[in-house]
């Protein structure tokens, strides 16, 4: 008999506190406690989980097998002259940049959360917000080694196995294990970022600044109060920031530029209660905020700017028990102004106020198949599980964003139907066929790759 690690039948969900499924987790220690479990386990299918961050159903595999492989977060060889690390799959992004800064580095691509894994990072090829300017996290991504269903570890990049390296950026997890990745670092000359923050009185404006404003800041993005109506629907706030020089900076930085900071101010020990955000409280938080930004420059840690919700641990229990449904959509541009005013309307008149909304500008598609952005907007919107009556809301948005020519985003869905999934992303059966032939009895599977009909629901 092979003696493999055990597993434990676990409740599970994704940061979004929803769906809750039962899974079989397995929580191998190495590369060959992994390859041991595939070839011996009897379940079925798995999925490969980083740190739960992806909203709704990726990681999850209900009544299947979930590898929890958290022990592969080793940084293996830095390259202080190249600005080239290779690091285990687990490693998170918090790691590599307190390892990193100190050196003169950053991450190129950054999410809004620096506690997720490397391999979670590529699985839904993460975009920040420079997107219109430098794309997703497959820009920095030199290579990846793929543990695949027949048990061979592969060297995947632009050159080697260029069909898996693909597919796996934005694949979910789908086509094997990622085992490690070589990245391709950026030089900074301090942490700190010299950031701007205007106000906009309404959509149109917000639009138009962004237009012709963002390409001349390394990052952008923007908060929009999606409860306002009438003349100030859409009224919104501009984030946007260039690395700071360290010429640039106040004189009290100057002795420690390349600072790095990992503070918490409030971490939340319990879930609030679920009816505490509903469209009242909501609207005067909405209206707080907007009224409490004005128009500045400042010089800030790159923490404030990139992770302003990491200062708050589980920050996601804001939402209640009954949790979060994250919707992030993209639009292309032709269409984006029809598009966001018909989505920003419909919240208000079904009383789904998102509690956060974020604009973002997004530059051309990449060559992954089911990489999410392509060349316009993209809106991120949180909203409280109030029930059925959300998923009428969301089903309506759907609808929108088709008819725009749009797509939602898989590491945030947890409801989008196969049917639309299908026409958002047209280069799906490409996958399914690179898939089929890596993978051909279906050995990586997860709740949401059934759902969506990437794989075969049986």
């Not at 609207?283 to 800030?300: Q, W």
């Not at 009556?389 to 196969?418: F, H, M, N, W």
Request: charged residues 25%; glycine residues 8%.
């Amino acid at each position: 008999m092979v003696d493999i690690p055990g597993c434990t039948r676990t409740r599970l969900s994704g940061w979004g506190n929803f769906p809750v499924q039962e899974c079989d987790v397995y929580r191998p220690s190495d590369l060959e406690e992994i390859r041991l479990i595939l070839e011996n386990a009897e379940q079925s299918d798995f999925i490969s989980r980083g740190q739960g961050r992806s909203y709704g159903d990726a990681a999850l595999n209900q009544n299947g097998g979930v590898l929890l492989p958290n022990g592969l977060d080793r940084i293996r060889h830095w390259d202080q002259n190249s600005g080239e690390l290779v690091c285990e799959a687990a490693t998170t992004l918090s790691q590599i940049l307190e390892y990193i800064v100190p050196r003169g580095f950053f991450l190129p691509i950054t999410p809004g959360t620096r506690h997720i894994s490397v391999g979670g990072a590529i699985a839904a090829d993460v975009h920040g917000k420079n997107h219109h300017r430098d794309g997703t996290i497959s820009r920095q991504l030199l290579s990846i080694r793929l543990l695949t269903a027949s048990g061979s570890v592969l060297t995947c990049s632009r050159e080697e196995n260029s069909d898996l390296f693909w597919a796996t950026l934005g694949g979910m997890g789908l086509t094997g294990v990622i085992v490690d990745a070589t990245l391709k670092l950026r030089r900074v000359e301090t942490s700190y970022m010299n950031t701007c923050t205007e106000r906009c009185r309404d959509l149109d404006d917000a639009l138009e600044r962004m237009a012709t404003g963002d390409r001349s800041y390394d990052y952008a993005v923007t908060w929009v109060d999606c409860l306002a109506r009438g003349g100030s629907l859409g009224r919104s706030v501009l984030l946007r920031a260039n690395p700071a020089r360290l010429d640039e900076l106040p004189a009290a930085l100057r002795a420690k530029p390349l600072s790095v900071s990992t503070a918490r101010s409030l971490a939340l020990p319990f879930s609030l209660p679920s009816g505490l955000l509903n469209p009242h409280t909501m609207r005067l938080f909405n209206a707080a905020i907007y009224r409490a930004f004005r128009d500045r420059t400042a010089v800030v840690g790159y923490d404030r700017y990139f992770y302003p919700l990491d200062r708050i641990g589980n920050w996601n229990r804001i939402y209640g028990r009954r949790g979060v449904l994250q919707y992030q959509l993209v639009l292309p541009a032709a269409k984006a102004r029809q598009g966001l005013v018909e989505i920003l309307e419909r919240t208000s008149r079904d009383r789904s106020g998102s509690f956060l909304a974020v604009l973002k500008s997004t530059g051309p598609a990449n060559e992954a198949p089911l990489s999410f952005p392509l060349e316009g907007i993209s809106l991120a919107l949180d909203f409280p599980n109030h029930g059925p009556s959300l998923l009428e809301t969301i089903r309506k948005l759907d609808q929108i964003v088709l008819k725009c020519g749009g797509r939602v985003y898989l590491a945030k869905d947890s409801t989008l139907r196969p049917e639309d999934f299908a026409t958002m992303y047209p280069r799906l059966e490409e996958f399914q066929e690179i898939k089929a032939r890596h993978d051909p009895d279906t050995r990586f599977s997860s709740s949401l790759a059934r759902r969506l009909r990437i794989v075969d629901a049986n």
